[in-house]
């Protein structure tokens, strides 16, 4: 890997620097492109100097399952690394930026070009980097530093701002963004493609300007109730209408979880109790109906629903029930709700709270009759 990584970046460095003189890929759109370098001010000096090639720092926020917890990743791209010599100092990456008038600086480090790790709570890539038709872009790859909103004192209304990145190679200043470069212990500003720049704000943010605002992960999907709270009997039922609507342009795969998860099931593309999973085509729109079934003695109390994506997304509603107590066994019929009543209750996996309550109906039937 570190012999391709190398050779890679001589090969495209000496050969064709025609090709590397190009802007990275726009970001995915749930990402907020923070800085982007002068054109490869670094490219060719990447084979003679040690040091990485810094070409774009991305933010998104999303869910980390492994952490827990809602993060911020910064995702680096960079090229070359080695000139190809025997040295092979360590590269540093430290990226510098303001949780609203608060520094942070945090960095990627590496011995060869191949692991990764850093001091941010987790550092994931290398990952080849590719162009906007998917192709990969020459020798680019990319680093993911993620940061839980926690770590770094933000939350959501935070703003993110004043974001750097300097590229060492050992002690010695390299590469840096936003603007050019150390050589030889001086600052060279490379920009020659200052123009492009400001021509194209959303592909090169004018340098170090972006002033990012901590949302939480909710840019993936969104999910809504038609109720804010319902009332249903005890060892009754009720039904809630919850909209899913995928934000993306492109297909996820979500999951939906009540807390506590007793009581409560889902009708999506199958039926299930406490959990479901639903696919989201792009920019869809989906229906689910919870059923909420509290059992004898269930307490008022609020159930809690995050809805996940395979992408990072996750959005909470909390929606408030509270239990009309049983009354005493001679009058139970009256107490059923008429929209459990009405039919429509899922077929196969039927929990018990709600063979009594079709036993109760039935009951109601016998005693018109
Ligand atoms: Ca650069
Ligand atoms: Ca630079």
Not at 281 to 298: D, R, S
Request: proline residues 5%; contains cysteine.
């Amino acid at each position: 890997m570190r012999r391709t990584l190398a050779l890679s970046a001589v090969v495209v460095g000496l050969l064709i620097p025609g090709v590397v003189a190009h802007p990275a890929a726009p970001p995915v759109e749930y990402a907020t492109r923070l800085l982007h370098d002068c054109n490869d001010d670094w490219g060719g000096h990447s084979t003679v100097n040690d040091g990485h090639d810094t070409i774009a720092l991305d933010l998104y926020e999303a869910h980390n399952a492994t952490l827990d917890a809602d993060v911020i990743v910064f995702k680096l791209v960079l090229n070359g690394g080695y000139n190809g010599d025997a040295t092979r100092p360590a590269l540093e990456d430290v990226v510098t930026f303001k949780v609203g008038e608060q520094s942070v600086t945090r960095k990627f480090r590496t011995v060869d070009n191949v692991a990764f790790t850093g001091d941010f709570d987790a550092v994931a890539g290398p990952k080849a980097f590719n162009t906007a038709a998917g192709a990969a872009d020459g020798a680019r790859f990319y680093l993911e530093g993620i940061v839980r909103l926690s770590t770094i004192g933000a939350s959501v209304g935070s703003t993110i701002s004043a974001a750097a990145v300097q590229g060492y190679a050992g002690s010695t200043k390299a590469d840096h963004m936003p603007g050019g470069y150390t050589s030889g212990g001086q600052t060279v500003q490379d920009c020659s493609t200052i123009a492009t720049e400001q021509a194209s704000p959303a592909r090169y943010p004018v340098s170090g300007t972006i002033q990012y605002k901590v949302k939480g992960p909710v840019q993936y999907a969104s999910l809504a109730s038609d109720v804010s709270s319902v009332t249903v009997a005890e060892d009754g039922n009720a039904t809630v209408t919850l909209t899913i609507k995928n934000l993306l342009k492109q297909a996820q795969k979500a999951t939906l979880r009540a807390t506590p998860s007793a009581g409560i099931a889902f009708h999506a593309a199958s039926y299930r109790t406490g959990e479901t999973t639903i696919d989201l085509e792009a920019e869809a729109q989906k229906t689910v109906h919870m059923y909420v079934t509290p059992a004898t003695g269930a307490k008022d109390g609020p159930v809690t629903l995050r809805l996940t994506t395979n992408l990072g997304g996750s959005v909470l509603v909390t929606i408030q029930v509270n239990v009309d107590e049983a009354p005493a066994p001679t009058t139970t019929a009256s107490t059923v709700s008429p929209k459990a009543e009405s039919g429509g209750l899922p077929g196969p996996m039927v929990p018990a709270a709600l063979f009594a309550l079709a036993a109760a109906a039935a009951a109601t039937t016998r005693r018109r009759g």
